[in-house]
């Protein structure tokens, strides 16, 4: 049926529990899997009055933000390579994290997106939104969207 999975990842507890899941799936299945990490762009500083300075620059920001996703996808791959899964990973820079994991999906041809939904409900989902909703929302592949039971 699905055959290479996208699973997104950001390194949250969730995320990693996700992760394993995606993994059993695909022992299961004999799918593939590809990591995906999204990383931040440097923020852009407001200037003015009251304006908060970063000490950080594009460079160092650049450096620590491909170190973290390093240690995310590694975790993951180790995990997946040990429960005898065949197993890629990659990660982009990208302001629209879910523009960025549907054309992921897109670029290393997953069947199945399988990726975390962190549960916000109520004011804090309408302000803050959420990523899995907007991935099901452009996504024109078949999303699995993982919940922890409560």
Do not use: W
Not at 61 to 70: G, H, I, R, V, W
Not at 80 to 85: E, L, N, P, Q, S
Not at 89 to 118: C, K, P, W, Y
Request: negative net charge; hydrophobic residues 40%; aromatic residues 6%.
């Amino acid at each position: 049926m699905f055959k290479h999975l996208l699973v997104p990842t950001d390194g949250s507890t969730m995320s990693i529990e996700t992760r394993d899941r995606a993994i059993t799936f695909a022992q299961e299945t004999g799918a593939k899997l590809t990591f995906f990490h999204v990383k931040p762009e440097f923020p852009i500083a407001l200037y003015g009055e009251g304006a908060l300075v970063d000490p950080t620059t594009p460079q160092q920001f650049s450096e620590l933000a491909d170190q973290q996703a390093k240690s995310i996808l590694d975790a993951c791959m180790d995990k997946a390579k040990t429960a005898g899964v065949a197993c890629d990973s990659r990660s982009q820079t990208s302001s629209s994290v879910h523009g960025a994991i549907v054309a992921a999906a897109n670029e290393v041809g997953a069947d199945l997106i399988f990726m975390a939904s962190h549960g916000r409900r109520g004011l804090s989902s309408l302000l803050l939104g959420s990523e899995t909703h907007k991935v099901l929302t452009h996504s024109t592949i078949p999303v699995l969207v993982f919940r922890q039971p409560q």
